[in-house]
């Protein structure tokens, strides 16, 4: 494990003790469900939030998990792609609430994780 990359039995643990068990349940319905249905395997902002409708967990929190960050401006909410290539994220990663934080920084962790996990 590279220092300061947590290990992925860390993050399974930070996991649990961080997200509800519904918002969980939602996060990985809705992967799971962009795995079988679409090309790249992962989830649209709007199958996010029809996931969470589904589920009844915040919108914004669970797109959060998959780099679908949404911020209020001027009465609206604006989506940025914060894993696209060029997107400037982290502009507005200040803009986020603290629950749109937890799972994006969970999201970047869990994936530097994985990262460094296949490097070694």
């Known amino acids: 494990?590279?220092?300061?990359?947590a290990s992925l039995e860390q993050l399974e643990a930070g996991y649990s003790a961080l997200f509800p068990p519904l918002l969980r349940a939602a996060q990985r319905a809705c992967l799971e469900?962009?795995?079988?249905?679409?090309?790249?395997g992962w989830p649209t902002l709007q199958s996010c939030l029809d996931f969470a409708a589904t589920?009844?967990?915040p919108g914004a929190e669970l797109a959060a998990f998959f780099?679908?960050?949404?911020?209020?401006e001027r009465g609206r909410t604006v989506w940025v792609n914060a894993f696209q290539p060029g997107s400037r994220s982290w502009a507005i990663q200040r803009?986020?609430?603290?629950?749109?934080?937890?799972?994006?920084?969970?999201?970047c962790a869990y994936r530097d994780a994985v990262l460094s996990d296949a490097r070694h």
């Open 1 to 5: 494990m590279t220092q300061g990359v």
């Open 33 to 40: 469900h962009a795995r079988l249905t679409h090309d790249d």
């Open 55 to 57: 589920f009844d967990v």
């Open 67 to 72: 780099g679908h960050l949404g911020y209020r």
């Open 95 to 107: 803009l986020l609430t603290d629950r749109q934080a937890a799972a994006f920084g969970f999201a």
